[in-house]
Protein backbone atom coordinates (compact mmCIF):
# COMPACT_ATOMS: atom_id res chain seq x y z
CA UNK A 1 0.00 0.00 0.00
CA UNK A 2 1.97 3.23 -1.04
CA UNK A 3 0.19 5.27 1.86
CA UNK A 4 1.30 3.17 4.22
CA UNK A 5 3.58 3.90 7.05
CA UNK A 6 7.21 3.97 6.43
CA UNK A 7 8.37 3.75 10.51
CA UNK A 8 6.69 2.90 13.38
CA UNK A 9 3.92 4.75 14.53
CA UNK A 10 4.47 6.91 17.53
CA UNK A 11 2.47 5.87 20.72
CA UNK A 12 1.39 8.24 23.66
CA UNK A 13 4.16 6.45 25.52
CA UNK A 14 6.16 8.31 22.92
CA UNK A 15 4.76 11.31 23.48
CA UNK A 16 4.99 11.34 26.90
CA UNK A 17 8.70 10.12 26.91
CA UNK A 18 8.95 13.19 24.48
CA UNK A 19 7.75 15.83 26.95
CA UNK A 20 9.89 14.58 29.90
CA UNK A 21 12.80 15.07 26.98
CA UNK A 22 12.33 18.46 25.59
CA UNK A 23 10.81 20.16 29.04
CA UNK A 24 14.27 21.42 29.31
CA UNK A 25 14.71 23.51 25.93
CA UNK A 26 11.14 24.30 25.52
CA UNK A 27 8.42 27.31 26.98
CA UNK A 28 4.90 25.81 28.22
CA UNK A 29 3.36 28.79 25.94
CA UNK A 30 0.31 30.65 27.29
CA UNK A 31 -3.29 30.32 26.50
CA UNK A 32 -4.52 33.63 25.13
CA UNK A 33 -8.62 34.46 25.11
CA UNK A 34 -10.11 37.44 23.14
CA UNK A 35 -13.32 38.51 24.14
CA UNK A 36 -13.30 40.25 20.99
CA UNK A 37 -12.90 37.07 18.98
CA UNK A 38 -15.55 35.04 21.03
CA UNK A 39 -17.94 37.71 20.25
CA UNK A 40 -17.47 37.55 16.48
CA UNK A 41 -17.52 33.46 16.40
CA UNK A 42 -19.84 32.86 18.73
CA UNK A 43 -17.71 30.37 19.88
CA UNK A 44 -14.86 30.43 22.91
CA UNK A 45 -11.41 30.41 21.34
CA UNK A 46 -8.22 29.16 23.57
CA UNK A 47 -5.28 30.39 21.40
CA UNK A 48 -2.57 28.19 22.21
CA UNK A 49 0.49 30.40 21.56
CA UNK A 50 3.15 28.89 19.78
CA UNK A 51 4.50 31.81 18.35
CA UNK A 52 5.79 32.82 21.77
CA UNK A 53 7.86 29.27 22.09
CA UNK A 54 11.48 28.81 21.43
CA UNK A 55 12.55 29.59 18.34
CA UNK A 56 9.19 31.09 17.42
CA UNK A 57 7.41 27.87 16.36
CA UNK A 58 5.68 24.76 17.75
CA UNK A 59 8.20 22.91 15.68
CA UNK A 60 10.78 23.12 18.59
CA UNK A 61 8.84 20.05 20.25
CA UNK A 62 9.57 18.02 17.51
CA UNK A 63 13.11 19.26 16.54
CA UNK A 64 14.38 18.42 20.59
CA UNK A 65 12.72 15.45 21.04
CA UNK A 66 14.65 14.04 17.86
CA UNK A 67 17.93 15.94 18.73
CA UNK A 68 17.99 15.32 22.44
CA UNK A 69 16.65 11.43 21.83
CA UNK A 70 20.34 10.91 19.87
CA UNK A 71 22.92 8.28 21.30
CA UNK A 72 26.27 10.16 21.66
CA UNK A 73 27.73 8.29 19.03
CA UNK A 74 24.83 9.19 15.94
CA UNK A 75 25.13 12.51 17.45
CA UNK A 76 28.13 13.36 16.58
CA UNK A 77 27.23 13.52 13.16
CA UNK A 78 24.84 16.24 13.86
CA UNK A 79 21.55 16.67 12.16
CA UNK A 80 20.31 17.40 8.49
CA UNK A 81 16.56 18.31 7.42
CA UNK A 82 15.32 20.13 4.79
CA UNK A 83 12.51 22.82 5.10
CA UNK A 84 10.65 25.98 4.31
CA UNK A 85 11.40 28.00 7.72
CA UNK A 86 10.69 27.15 10.80
CA UNK A 87 11.37 23.18 11.07
CA UNK A 88 15.05 24.61 10.23
CA UNK A 89 14.94 27.15 12.70
CA UNK A 90 13.77 24.86 15.56
CA UNK A 91 16.28 22.19 14.66
CA UNK A 92 19.41 24.48 14.36
CA UNK A 93 18.23 25.63 18.06
CA UNK A 94 18.31 21.69 19.29
CA UNK A 95 21.26 21.59 17.71
CA UNK A 96 23.04 24.40 19.35
CA UNK A 97 21.36 23.40 22.79
CA UNK A 98 23.05 19.99 22.65
CA UNK A 99 26.61 21.32 20.90
CA UNK A 100 26.19 19.15 17.80
CA UNK A 101 25.95 20.38 14.22
CA UNK A 102 22.93 20.97 11.97
CA UNK A 103 22.73 20.80 8.20
CA UNK A 104 19.76 22.82 6.25
CA UNK A 105 18.40 22.97 2.71
CA UNK A 106 16.38 25.66 2.42
CA UNK A 107 14.56 27.41 -0.44
CA UNK A 108 16.04 30.46 -1.54
CA UNK A 109 13.03 32.45 -1.56
CA UNK A 110 11.85 31.64 2.25
CA UNK A 111 12.33 34.88 4.32
CA UNK A 112 15.50 36.78 4.94
CA UNK A 113 14.19 36.94 8.56
CA UNK A 114 14.38 32.94 8.89
CA UNK A 115 18.10 32.72 6.86
CA UNK A 116 19.64 34.71 9.26
CA UNK A 117 18.02 33.24 12.38
CA UNK A 118 18.72 30.08 11.16
CA UNK A 119 22.43 31.29 10.88
CA UNK A 120 21.94 33.05 14.77
CA UNK A 121 21.41 29.40 15.76
CA UNK A 122 24.26 28.44 14.27
CA UNK A 123 22.79 26.16 11.33
CA UNK A 124 24.47 25.88 8.13
CA UNK A 125 22.28 26.54 5.15
CA UNK A 126 22.48 24.94 1.72
CA UNK A 127 20.11 26.45 -0.60
CA UNK A 128 17.88 24.95 -3.37
CA UNK A 129 14.48 25.82 -5.68
CA UNK A 130 11.36 26.51 -3.93
CA UNK A 131 10.32 23.09 -4.88
CA UNK A 132 9.56 19.73 -3.40
CA UNK A 133 11.61 18.59 -6.03
CA UNK A 134 14.80 20.41 -6.04
CA UNK A 135 14.41 20.22 -2.18
CA UNK A 136 14.91 16.49 -1.88
CA UNK A 137 17.82 16.40 -4.53
CA UNK A 138 20.24 19.08 -2.59
CA UNK A 139 19.29 17.04 0.19
CA UNK A 140 20.42 13.75 -0.89
CA UNK A 141 23.42 15.41 -1.76
CA UNK A 142 23.79 17.15 2.10
CA UNK A 143 22.79 13.83 3.68
CA UNK A 144 25.32 12.03 1.79
CA UNK A 145 28.64 14.38 2.10
CA UNK A 146 27.77 14.94 6.19
CA UNK A 147 26.26 11.59 7.50
CA UNK A 148 23.80 13.53 9.46
CA UNK A 149 20.83 11.55 10.90
CA UNK A 150 18.31 13.13 9.14
CA UNK A 151 15.23 15.18 11.01
CA UNK A 152 12.31 15.00 8.35
CA UNK A 153 10.12 17.85 9.36
CA UNK A 154 6.84 16.28 9.91
CA UNK A 155 6.79 12.81 8.24
CA UNK A 156 9.52 11.22 11.15
CA UNK A 157 7.70 9.66 14.31
CA UNK A 158 9.82 11.68 16.82
CA UNK A 159 9.42 14.94 15.20
CA UNK A 160 5.34 13.69 15.65
CA UNK A 161 5.34 12.48 19.21
CA UNK A 162 7.45 16.21 20.26
CA UNK A 163 4.81 18.31 18.32
CA UNK A 164 2.10 15.80 20.31
CA UNK A 165 3.26 17.76 23.66
CA UNK A 166 1.50 21.14 22.50
CA UNK A 167 -1.77 19.81 22.61
CA UNK A 168 -1.40 17.55 25.29
CA UNK A 169 -0.01 20.97 27.51
CA UNK A 170 -3.26 22.49 25.51
CA UNK A 171 -5.31 19.95 27.07
CA UNK A 172 -3.94 20.09 30.56
CA UNK A 173 -4.61 23.94 30.30
CA UNK A 174 -8.37 24.82 29.48
CA UNK A 175 -11.10 22.12 30.49
CA UNK A 176 -13.82 21.11 28.23
CA UNK A 177 -12.92 21.58 24.84
CA UNK A 178 -15.48 20.47 22.41
CA UNK A 179 -12.62 20.91 19.35
CA UNK A 180 -9.17 21.88 18.41
CA UNK A 181 -8.12 23.55 15.03
CA UNK A 182 -4.87 23.97 13.57
CA UNK A 183 -3.49 24.56 10.26
CA UNK A 184 -1.93 21.65 8.12
CA UNK A 185 1.15 21.81 5.89
CA UNK A 186 2.69 18.24 5.92
CA UNK A 187 0.51 17.42 9.24
CA UNK A 188 3.20 17.54 11.58
CA UNK A 189 1.10 19.45 14.19
CA UNK A 190 -1.92 17.68 13.39
CA UNK A 191 -0.68 14.30 13.40
CA UNK A 192 0.56 15.28 16.96
CA UNK A 193 -3.40 16.42 17.77
CA UNK A 194 -4.24 13.20 16.34
CA UNK A 195 -2.17 11.43 18.20
CA UNK A 196 -3.12 13.01 21.93
CA UNK A 197 -6.44 13.50 21.54
CA UNK A 198 -7.34 10.37 20.34
CA UNK A 199 -5.61 8.72 23.77
CA UNK A 200 -6.30 11.23 26.12
CA UNK A 201 -9.93 12.91 24.55
CA UNK A 202 -11.82 11.48 21.64
CA UNK A 203 -14.82 12.99 21.77
CA UNK A 204 -12.74 16.04 21.25
CA UNK A 205 -12.97 16.96 17.10
CA UNK A 206 -10.30 18.09 15.26
CA UNK A 207 -10.71 20.51 12.73
CA UNK A 208 -7.45 21.24 10.13
CA UNK A 209 -7.10 24.43 8.42
CA UNK A 210 -6.04 24.95 5.00
CA UNK A 211 -4.57 27.72 2.61
CA UNK A 212 -6.90 27.05 -0.86
CA UNK A 213 -4.03 27.65 -3.47
CA UNK A 214 -2.67 24.87 -0.90
CA UNK A 215 -5.62 22.47 -0.58
CA UNK A 216 -3.86 19.23 -1.39
CA UNK A 217 -4.57 17.56 2.21
CA UNK A 218 -7.94 19.06 1.71
CA UNK A 219 -8.19 16.82 -1.78
CA UNK A 220 -6.45 14.11 0.18
CA UNK A 221 -8.77 13.91 2.46
CA UNK A 222 -11.83 14.00 0.67
CA UNK A 223 -10.10 11.46 -1.65
CA UNK A 224 -8.91 8.83 0.64
CA UNK A 225 -5.44 8.99 -0.43
CA UNK A 226 -2.21 11.04 -0.18
CA UNK A 227 -2.31 13.65 -3.36
CA UNK A 228 0.82 15.79 -3.36
CA UNK A 229 0.92 19.02 -5.28
CA UNK A 230 5.21 20.26 -6.16
CA UNK A 231 5.72 23.88 -5.09
CA UNK A 232 1.87 25.88 -4.33
CA UNK A 233 1.68 29.23 -3.81
CA UNK A 234 0.57 30.51 -0.87
CA UNK A 235 1.13 33.46 1.56
CA UNK A 236 1.04 31.00 4.11
CA UNK A 237 4.65 29.82 3.54
CA UNK A 238 4.70 26.93 6.03
CA UNK A 239 1.78 25.17 4.42
CA UNK A 240 3.02 24.42 1.26
CA UNK A 241 4.24 20.87 1.82
CA UNK A 242 2.55 17.62 1.23
CA UNK A 243 0.97 15.25 3.71
CA UNK A 244 3.48 12.11 3.82
CA UNK A 245 3.06 8.30 4.91
CA UNK A 246 3.29 8.88 8.67
CA UNK A 247 1.12 11.90 8.77
CA UNK A 248 -1.37 10.47 6.41
CA UNK A 249 -1.97 7.83 9.20
CA UNK A 250 -2.99 10.14 11.98
CA UNK A 251 -5.00 12.66 9.46
CA UNK A 252 -6.94 9.76 7.63
CA UNK A 253 -8.01 8.21 10.56
CA UNK A 254 -8.78 11.01 13.31
CA UNK A 255 -9.03 14.18 11.55
CA UNK A 256 -12.72 15.45 11.54
CA UNK A 257 -12.92 17.49 8.74
CA UNK A 258 -10.31 19.75 6.76
CA UNK A 259 -11.50 23.55 6.37
CA UNK A 260 -10.27 26.19 3.64
CA UNK A 261 -9.42 29.71 3.11
CA UNK A 262 -8.51 32.07 0.48
CA UNK A 263 -5.88 34.27 0.66
CA UNK A 264 -7.72 36.77 1.22
CA UNK A 265 -9.36 35.85 3.92
CA UNK A 266 -5.84 34.48 5.93
CA UNK A 267 -4.65 38.06 5.26
CA UNK A 268 -7.46 39.93 7.00
CA UNK A 269 -7.13 37.06 10.13
CA UNK A 270 -3.82 37.41 10.25
CA UNK A 271 -4.03 41.38 10.57
CA UNK A 272 -6.98 41.78 12.57
CA UNK A 273 -5.70 39.30 15.32
CA UNK A 274 -2.27 41.92 15.26
CA UNK A 275 -4.77 44.46 15.72
CA UNK A 276 -7.17 42.84 18.31
CA UNK A 277 -4.86 39.91 20.66
CA UNK A 278 -1.35 42.19 20.07
CA UNK A 279 0.40 39.11 18.48
CA UNK A 280 3.15 38.77 15.88
CA UNK A 281 2.36 35.16 14.18
CA UNK A 282 2.71 33.77 10.85
CA UNK A 283 0.31 33.80 7.93
CA UNK A 284 0.00 30.04 8.94
CA UNK A 285 -1.28 30.78 12.11
CA UNK A 286 -4.35 32.87 10.66
CA UNK A 287 -5.46 29.84 8.33
CA UNK A 288 -7.38 28.26 11.27
CA UNK A 289 -9.43 31.62 12.27
CA UNK A 290 -10.15 32.33 9.01
CA UNK A 291 -11.30 28.90 8.20
CA UNK A 292 -13.76 29.60 12.01
CA UNK A 293 -14.82 33.18 10.55
CA UNK A 294 -15.42 31.47 7.20
CA UNK A 295 -17.68 28.44 9.11
CA UNK A 296 -19.45 29.86 11.71
CA UNK A 297 -21.89 27.06 12.09
CA UNK A 298 -19.08 24.62 12.21
CA UNK A 299 -17.80 26.22 15.44
CA UNK A 300 -20.85 28.07 17.20
CA UNK A 301 -21.17 27.58 21.01
CA UNK A 302 -18.24 25.16 21.08
CA UNK A 303 -14.74 25.73 23.31
CA UNK A 304 -12.46 25.40 20.74
CA UNK A 305 -8.62 25.20 21.16
CA UNK A 306 -6.72 27.34 17.80
CA UNK A 307 -3.28 26.40 17.44
CA UNK A 308 -1.02 29.64 17.17
CA UNK A 309 1.78 27.82 15.15
CA UNK A 310 4.36 30.32 15.18
CA UNK A 311 6.12 34.01 15.04
CA UNK A 312 8.54 34.04 12.84
CA UNK A 313 7.36 36.89 10.24
CA UNK A 314 9.79 39.48 8.40
CA UNK A 315 8.47 42.30 9.40
CA UNK A 316 9.75 44.49 6.49
CA UNK A 317 7.82 42.48 4.06
CA UNK A 318 3.83 42.10 5.53
CA UNK A 319 1.28 40.92 3.63
CA UNK A 320 -1.03 44.24 3.69
CA UNK A 321 2.38 46.47 2.94
CA UNK B 1 4.04 77.60 44.39
CA UNK B 2 2.69 77.45 40.85
CA UNK B 3 3.33 73.48 40.57
CA UNK B 4 1.68 72.31 44.00
CA UNK B 5 -0.90 69.81 43.34
CA UNK B 6 -4.70 71.24 42.60
CA UNK B 7 -6.58 68.20 44.08
CA UNK B 8 -5.66 65.71 46.83
CA UNK B 9 -2.70 63.54 46.17
CA UNK B 10 -4.11 60.00 45.95
CA UNK B 11 -3.18 57.09 48.96
CA UNK B 12 -2.27 53.73 48.65
CA UNK B 13 -6.00 53.25 50.21
CA UNK B 14 -7.30 54.45 47.06
CA UNK B 15 -5.03 52.03 44.99
CA UNK B 16 -6.63 49.04 47.03
CA UNK B 17 -10.33 50.85 46.57
CA UNK B 18 -9.37 51.33 43.37
CA UNK B 19 -8.22 47.64 42.42
CA UNK B 20 -11.25 46.03 43.42
CA UNK B 21 -13.37 49.15 41.86
CA UNK B 22 -12.13 48.28 38.30
CA UNK B 23 -11.30 44.42 38.46
CA UNK B 24 -14.17 43.33 36.78
CA UNK B 25 -13.57 45.58 33.68
CA UNK B 26 -9.32 45.42 33.48
CA UNK B 27 -7.16 41.93 33.10
CA UNK B 28 -4.76 40.96 35.36
CA UNK B 29 -2.20 41.23 32.37
CA UNK B 30 0.78 38.47 32.20
CA UNK B 31 4.22 39.02 32.70
CA UNK B 32 6.66 37.78 30.01
CA UNK B 33 10.23 37.00 29.67
CA UNK B 34 12.94 36.94 26.82
CA UNK B 35 16.15 34.64 27.20
CA UNK B 36 17.47 36.74 24.44
CA UNK B 37 16.68 40.31 25.88
CA UNK B 38 18.21 39.08 29.52
CA UNK B 39 21.19 38.29 27.26
CA UNK B 40 21.48 41.40 25.10
CA UNK B 41 21.04 43.56 28.34
CA UNK B 42 22.77 41.34 31.50
CA UNK B 43 20.05 42.25 33.17
CA UNK B 44 16.66 40.03 34.03
CA UNK B 45 13.68 41.70 32.18
CA UNK B 46 10.41 41.08 33.44
CA UNK B 47 7.72 42.73 30.75
CA UNK B 48 4.50 43.51 32.16
CA UNK B 49 2.28 43.58 29.29
CA UNK B 50 -0.25 45.66 29.33
CA UNK B 51 -0.57 45.69 25.55
CA UNK B 52 -3.05 42.91 26.16
CA UNK B 53 -4.90 44.85 28.73
CA UNK B 54 -8.73 45.64 27.87
CA UNK B 55 -9.19 48.30 25.18
CA UNK B 56 -5.21 47.61 24.42
CA UNK B 57 -3.01 49.86 27.27
CA UNK B 58 -2.86 50.45 30.68
CA UNK B 59 -5.05 53.36 30.81
CA UNK B 60 -7.98 51.89 30.92
CA UNK B 61 -7.37 51.36 34.71
CA UNK B 62 -7.74 54.83 35.72
CA UNK B 63 -10.21 55.03 33.55
CA UNK B 64 -12.62 52.35 34.98
CA UNK B 65 -11.70 53.90 38.44
CA UNK B 66 -13.14 57.28 37.23
CA UNK B 67 -16.41 55.96 36.01
CA UNK B 68 -17.28 53.31 38.37
CA UNK B 69 -16.42 55.70 41.18
CA UNK B 70 -19.32 58.35 39.89
CA UNK B 71 -22.50 58.97 41.71
CA UNK B 72 -24.98 57.67 39.54
CA UNK B 73 -26.16 61.72 39.35
CA UNK B 74 -23.05 62.25 38.21
CA UNK B 75 -22.50 59.73 35.47
CA UNK B 76 -25.88 60.40 34.45
CA UNK B 77 -24.10 63.41 31.94
CA UNK B 78 -21.33 61.15 31.34
CA UNK B 79 -17.46 61.77 30.95
CA UNK B 80 -15.52 63.46 29.04
CA UNK B 81 -11.34 63.84 28.11
CA UNK B 82 -9.21 65.03 25.86
CA UNK B 83 -6.20 62.20 25.13
CA UNK B 84 -4.05 61.31 22.16
CA UNK B 85 -5.23 58.33 22.00
CA UNK B 86 -5.22 55.62 24.55
CA UNK B 87 -7.26 57.59 27.20
CA UNK B 88 -9.73 57.94 25.12
CA UNK B 89 -10.14 54.10 24.16
CA UNK B 90 -10.38 53.44 27.48
CA UNK B 91 -12.40 56.01 28.63
CA UNK B 92 -14.73 55.43 26.11
CA UNK B 93 -14.57 51.44 27.11
CA UNK B 94 -15.39 52.33 30.78
CA UNK B 95 -17.98 54.78 30.10
CA UNK B 96 -19.30 51.73 27.89
CA UNK B 97 -19.07 49.37 30.07
CA UNK B 98 -21.52 51.65 32.77
CA UNK B 99 -23.77 52.44 29.41
CA UNK B 100 -23.00 56.26 29.95
CA UNK B 101 -22.12 58.93 27.77
CA UNK B 102 -18.46 59.86 26.42
CA UNK B 103 -17.14 63.08 24.90
CA UNK B 104 -13.44 63.11 23.38
CA UNK B 105 -11.18 65.51 22.12
CA UNK B 106 -8.47 64.56 20.02
CA UNK B 107 -6.17 65.67 17.55
CA UNK B 108 -6.83 65.30 13.97
CA UNK B 109 -3.91 63.68 13.40
CA UNK B 110 -4.36 60.46 15.61
CA UNK B 111 -4.11 57.27 14.02
CA UNK B 112 -7.25 56.49 12.25
CA UNK B 113 -6.71 52.98 14.05
CA UNK B 114 -7.36 54.91 17.40
CA UNK B 115 -10.48 57.14 15.82
CA UNK B 116 -12.35 54.00 14.55
CA UNK B 117 -11.62 52.41 18.19
CA UNK B 118 -13.02 54.88 20.60
CA UNK B 119 -15.77 55.39 18.17
CA UNK B 120 -16.23 51.87 18.22
CA UNK B 121 -16.42 51.86 22.04
CA UNK B 122 -19.20 54.57 21.71
CA UNK B 123 -16.85 57.41 22.13
CA UNK B 124 -17.78 60.95 20.26
CA UNK B 125 -15.15 62.74 19.25
CA UNK B 126 -15.00 66.16 18.37
CA UNK B 127 -11.52 67.03 16.74
CA UNK B 128 -9.20 69.46 17.47
CA UNK B 129 -5.28 70.31 16.14
CA UNK B 130 -2.25 69.08 17.56
CA UNK B 131 -0.83 71.18 20.14
CA UNK B 132 -1.83 71.47 23.65
CA UNK B 133 -3.08 75.25 23.21
CA UNK B 134 -6.02 73.91 20.57
CA UNK B 135 -6.73 70.62 22.89
CA UNK B 136 -7.38 72.31 25.69
CA UNK B 137 -9.64 75.12 24.07
CA UNK B 138 -11.92 72.70 22.44
CA UNK B 139 -12.01 70.74 24.83
CA UNK B 140 -13.45 74.06 26.95
CA UNK B 141 -16.22 74.01 24.64
CA UNK B 142 -17.31 70.60 24.96
CA UNK B 143 -16.87 70.49 28.64
CA UNK B 144 -19.06 73.84 28.88
CA UNK B 145 -21.65 71.88 26.57
CA UNK B 146 -22.31 68.66 28.17
CA UNK B 147 -21.53 69.19 31.50
CA UNK B 148 -19.70 65.27 31.56
CA UNK B 149 -17.41 64.54 34.65
CA UNK B 150 -13.89 65.81 33.48
CA UNK B 151 -11.39 62.83 33.23
CA UNK B 152 -8.17 64.11 32.51
CA UNK B 153 -5.70 61.45 31.33
CA UNK B 154 -3.69 61.88 34.10
CA UNK B 155 -3.56 64.65 36.08
CA UNK B 156 -6.30 63.39 37.82
CA UNK B 157 -6.17 61.62 41.66
CA UNK B 158 -8.66 58.87 40.47
CA UNK B 159 -6.75 58.07 37.43
CA UNK B 160 -3.12 58.24 39.24
CA UNK B 161 -4.57 55.85 41.65
CA UNK B 162 -5.87 53.65 38.95
CA UNK B 163 -2.78 53.25 37.03
CA UNK B 164 -1.18 52.23 40.17
CA UNK B 165 -2.94 49.08 40.21
CA UNK B 166 -0.70 47.97 37.41
CA UNK B 167 2.84 47.80 39.56
CA UNK B 168 0.53 46.82 42.51
CA UNK B 169 0.13 43.44 40.43
CA UNK B 170 3.81 43.74 38.95
CA UNK B 171 5.16 43.04 42.60
CA UNK B 172 2.50 40.07 42.78
CA UNK B 173 3.69 39.19 40.02
CA UNK B 174 8.19 39.10 39.89
CA UNK B 175 9.63 38.56 43.35
CA UNK B 176 12.62 40.69 44.52
CA UNK B 177 12.59 43.28 41.68
CA UNK B 178 15.15 46.18 41.80
CA UNK B 179 14.14 48.80 39.40
CA UNK B 180 11.01 49.59 37.49
CA UNK B 181 11.06 51.32 34.17
CA UNK B 182 8.06 52.47 32.65
CA UNK B 183 7.82 55.33 29.44
CA UNK B 184 6.86 59.05 30.72
CA UNK B 185 4.67 61.72 29.17
CA UNK B 186 2.12 63.39 31.08
CA UNK B 187 3.79 61.04 34.37
CA UNK B 188 0.20 58.93 34.76
CA UNK B 189 1.51 55.30 34.83
CA UNK B 190 4.81 56.45 36.38
CA UNK B 191 2.90 58.19 39.05
CA UNK B 192 1.23 55.28 40.10
CA UNK B 193 4.47 53.45 40.27
CA UNK B 194 5.87 56.28 42.55
CA UNK B 195 2.95 55.78 44.48
CA UNK B 196 2.55 51.64 45.02
CA UNK B 197 6.32 51.77 45.32
CA UNK B 198 7.18 54.05 47.87
CA UNK B 199 4.13 52.53 49.80
CA UNK B 200 5.36 48.98 49.20
CA UNK B 201 8.90 48.31 48.55
CA UNK B 202 10.46 51.87 48.51
CA UNK B 203 14.19 50.39 47.71
CA UNK B 204 13.13 49.48 44.21
CA UNK B 205 14.28 51.95 41.76
CA UNK B 206 12.13 53.71 39.26
CA UNK B 207 13.31 55.11 35.90
CA UNK B 208 11.29 56.57 33.42
CA UNK B 209 12.10 56.34 29.77
CA UNK B 210 11.43 59.76 27.44
CA UNK B 211 11.78 60.66 24.16
CA UNK B 212 14.49 62.86 22.73
CA UNK B 213 12.39 64.56 21.21
CA UNK B 214 10.19 65.19 24.09
CA UNK B 215 12.06 65.30 26.76
CA UNK B 216 10.23 67.83 28.54
CA UNK B 217 10.13 65.44 31.94
CA UNK B 218 13.75 65.13 31.50
CA UNK B 219 14.23 68.52 31.23
CA UNK B 220 11.74 69.52 34.28
CA UNK B 221 13.35 66.49 36.56
CA UNK B 222 16.76 68.10 36.20
CA UNK B 223 15.79 71.87 36.53
CA UNK B 224 13.07 71.43 39.91
CA UNK B 225 10.22 72.55 38.43
CA UNK B 226 7.47 71.90 35.63
CA UNK B 227 8.91 72.52 31.78
CA UNK B 228 6.12 71.69 29.58
CA UNK B 229 6.42 72.31 25.67
CA UNK B 230 3.69 72.45 23.15
CA UNK B 231 3.57 69.88 20.40
CA UNK B 232 6.61 68.29 20.32
CA UNK B 233 7.13 66.02 17.54
CA UNK B 234 8.27 62.03 18.02
CA UNK B 235 6.93 58.72 16.29
CA UNK B 236 6.37 57.59 20.53
CA UNK B 237 2.32 59.35 20.16
CA UNK B 238 1.51 58.78 23.63
CA UNK B 239 4.22 60.72 25.25
CA UNK B 240 3.84 64.26 23.93
CA UNK B 241 2.14 65.94 26.59
CA UNK B 242 3.40 67.40 29.25
CA UNK B 243 3.92 66.69 33.00
CA UNK B 244 1.28 68.45 35.47
CA UNK B 245 0.85 69.22 39.00
CA UNK B 246 -0.40 65.87 40.32
CA UNK B 247 2.17 63.94 38.74
CA UNK B 248 4.75 66.53 39.57
CA UNK B 249 4.28 65.57 42.58
CA UNK B 250 5.26 62.19 42.63
CA UNK B 251 7.68 62.37 39.85
CA UNK B 252 9.67 64.77 41.66
CA UNK B 253 9.61 63.01 44.68
CA UNK B 254 10.06 59.49 44.07
CA UNK B 255 11.68 58.92 40.43
CA UNK B 256 15.41 57.86 39.90
CA UNK B 257 16.24 59.11 37.11
CA UNK B 258 14.49 59.92 33.85
CA UNK B 259 16.37 58.30 30.94
CA UNK B 260 16.12 59.40 26.82
CA UNK B 261 16.79 57.46 23.97
CA UNK B 262 16.41 58.75 20.03
CA UNK B 263 13.84 58.34 17.62
CA UNK B 264 16.08 55.66 15.71
CA UNK B 265 16.98 53.57 19.25
CA UNK B 266 12.88 53.59 19.94
CA UNK B 267 11.70 52.30 16.63
CA UNK B 268 14.84 49.64 16.61
CA UNK B 269 14.07 48.62 20.00
CA UNK B 270 10.07 48.03 18.67
CA UNK B 271 11.06 46.39 15.95
CA UNK B 272 13.55 43.57 17.71
CA UNK B 273 10.95 43.49 20.27
CA UNK B 274 7.91 42.42 18.03
CA UNK B 275 11.13 40.10 16.29
CA UNK B 276 12.43 38.51 19.52
CA UNK B 277 8.80 38.52 21.85
CA UNK B 278 6.27 38.22 19.24
CA UNK B 279 3.84 40.73 20.57
CA UNK B 280 2.61 44.25 19.12
CA UNK B 281 3.22 46.92 20.59
CA UNK B 282 3.52 51.02 20.85
CA UNK B 283 6.06 52.95 19.49
CA UNK B 284 6.10 54.92 23.27
CA UNK B 285 6.53 51.15 24.72
CA UNK B 286 9.87 50.76 23.44
CA UNK B 287 10.83 53.68 24.64
CA UNK B 288 11.86 51.64 28.41
CA UNK B 289 13.54 49.06 26.71
CA UNK B 290 15.59 51.80 23.94
CA UNK B 291 17.14 53.05 27.29
CA UNK B 292 18.03 50.34 28.74
CA UNK B 293 20.01 49.46 25.79
CA UNK B 294 21.77 52.57 25.86
CA UNK B 295 22.59 52.90 29.61
CA UNK B 296 23.55 48.79 30.23
CA UNK B 297 25.55 49.55 33.10
CA UNK B 298 22.59 51.54 34.90
CA UNK B 299 20.35 47.67 35.09
CA UNK B 300 23.16 45.09 34.43
CA UNK B 301 22.88 42.42 37.30
CA UNK B 302 19.32 44.18 38.51
CA UNK B 303 15.98 42.26 37.85
CA UNK B 304 14.01 45.12 35.88
CA UNK B 305 10.02 45.20 35.48
CA UNK B 306 9.80 47.32 31.87
CA UNK B 307 5.84 48.40 31.62
CA UNK B 308 4.68 47.64 28.09
CA UNK B 309 2.14 50.34 27.96
CA UNK B 310 -0.05 49.67 24.85
CA UNK B 311 -0.60 48.03 21.98
CA UNK B 312 -2.88 50.27 19.88
CA UNK B 313 -0.81 50.86 16.93
CA UNK B 314 -1.55 51.59 13.04
CA UNK B 315 -0.64 48.12 11.30
CA UNK B 316 -0.82 50.18 7.94
CA UNK B 317 1.97 52.98 9.03
CA UNK B 318 4.52 51.20 11.17
CA UNK B 319 7.79 53.20 11.25
CA UNK B 320 10.47 50.71 9.91
CA UNK B 321 7.63 50.75 6.32
Chains 1, 2 share one sequence.
Not at 227 to 234: E, R
Not at 236 to 251: C, I, M, Q, R, S
Not at 268 to 289: F, G
Not at 315 to 320: F, I, R
Request: proline share 6%; glycine share 8%.
Amino acid sequence: MKDAPTTPIPTFDDVVAAHERIAPYIHRTPVLTSSYFNELTGAELFFKCENFQKAGAFKVRGACNAVFGLSDEQAEKGVATHSSGNHALSLSYAAGRRGIPCHVVMPRTAPEAKKAAVRGYGGEITECEPSTTSREAVFAEVHARTGADFVHPYNDPRVIAGQATCSRELLDQVEGLDAVIAPIGGGGMVSGCCLTLSTLAPDIEIYAAEPEQADDAFRSFKAGHIIADDAPNTIADGLKVPLKENTWHFVSRYVTDILTASEEEIVDAMKLTWQRMKIVMEPSCAVPLATILKNPEVFRGKRVGVIITGGNVDLDKLPWM
